[in-house]
């Protein structure tokens, strides 16, 4: 991972060799790692020129796989955050080679041509923040809005404590027939035994997406016992049923937004993989065309404010996680440890 505050001109190759480092990481050719490096560009540029400075965040994330499937390469995501003026008019701004004095512009629109992904959310006197993921393959030709049908989909973000290279957060999500499972694990403590802990959760969770939350954390809790264990949240929604079922253990928060209203989703205490698990207790809940779930790792702070912008929840899973993420900390509130904030929604409208 990858944090870059973006402050003043300098960051700007800073941006442009951490995005090539992600690139190579992920393995894009010259082609692709040319395009995110523009991208991240694009957008630090943003950031110095119409928001007062921001952060550029580089994760790697994968497509959701089968259950069994062997892991796709992933994608280059970069995430922009900033507490600036805001867009006033976001179309008007994603148009290529729009840019005014008073708004940010310059450069979106070659950033929403180019990449695979891109979605952005702005409210005038907040901020902005934007995504970008960078494939392997050229962005194929976009869906116009209502010619697709509704499903779910996942997005995060994962931040490591004090910049390090290391986070013990990770988060993943798999497709299993009509079911989806999302996890996010928290490995004990700091650096990278704690990432091996979380690590080996994200990969176990390819093999047994398709038992039920408490199942999985039975069975990580044997494959994290050589590991330093993690708090582990599983939510998993059966999309035939149109219901989510919910099972944690430790201290990974989640919330469950559903017709105007916010519901906390309750773990256990203790620690998969140091701490036997005799019962894990389970919530079902009905999910919901509007449904919206947030898990989060405990380096956001345990009463952060689950956002009020209704337009916010039909953004891009990722989008949505860096919102909360910015929302959550600032330069005065720095973080405290590493924060990872993972997202499902029912779909994805523009």
């Known amino acids: 991972m990858w944090d870059i505050p973006v402050h003043d001109s300098t960051r700007l190759r800073d941006v442009h060799v951490a995005t090539e480092s992600a690139s190579a990481r992920a393995g894009l050719g010259p082609h692709r790692t040319a395009v995110a490096a523009l991208v991240a560009t694009e957008l630090a540029t943003n950031l110095l020129k119409h928001a007062g400075g921001g952060r550029i965040v580089i994760n790697l994330v994968e497509r959701a796989p089968a259950a069994g499937a062997v892991a796709r390469p992933p994608s280059v995501q970069l995430l922009s955050l900033d507490h600036g003026p805001g867009i006033a008019d976001v179309t008007v701004a994603l148009r290529d080679g729009h840019t005014t004095a008073a708004s940010l512009g310059a450069g979106l629109g070659t950033c929403l041509r ?41 997005g995060g973000v994962n931040v490591p404590l004090s910049r390090a290279e290391y ?36 990969e176990e969770l390819r093999c047994v997406a398709h038992l039920t939350p408490p199942d999985i954390l039975r069975h990580l809790h044997t494959k994290l016992r ?9 939510a998993q929604l059966d999309m035939a049923a149109e219901q989510l079922c919910f099972a944690g253990v430790g201290n990974i928060g989640a919330r469950l937004h559903t017709a105007d209203t916010w519901q ?25 065309p509007d449904s919206l779930l947030i898990l989060h790792s405990d380096g956001l702070p345990a009463r952060w404010t689950p956002p009020k912008d209704p337009l916010l929840s039909t953004r891009d899973p990722a989008v949505v996680a860096a919102a ?10 720095p973080l405290l440890d590493d924060a990872s904030v993972a997202v499902l929604a029912s779909d994805v409208r523009s």
């Open 114 to 154: 180019t990449a695979n992904d891109f979605d952005l959310h702005s409210v005038p006197g907040r901020g902005t923040v934007a995504v970008a993921r960078i494939g392997h393959e050229p962005a194929p030709a976009r869906v116009r809005p209502g010619q697709h049908p509704p499903a779910p989909r996942a």
């Open 167 to 202: 986070s013990g957060d990770a988060w993943s999500w798999v497709r299993s027939g009509t079911q989806v499972t999302l996890m996010l694990a928290d490995g004990l403590g700091h650096g990278e035994r704690a990432a091996t802990a979380s690590g080996t959760a994200v």
């Open 226 to 234: 050589p590991t330093r264990g993690a708090a582990v949240a599983v």
């Open 264 to 288: 906390p989703l309750l773990s256990q205490p203790g620690i998969v993989g140091a701490h036997r698990m005799a019962t894990v207790p389970v919530q079902h809940v009905p999910w919901r």
């Open 324 to 333: 909360v993420l910015r929302d959550a900390g600032s330069d005065a509130r």
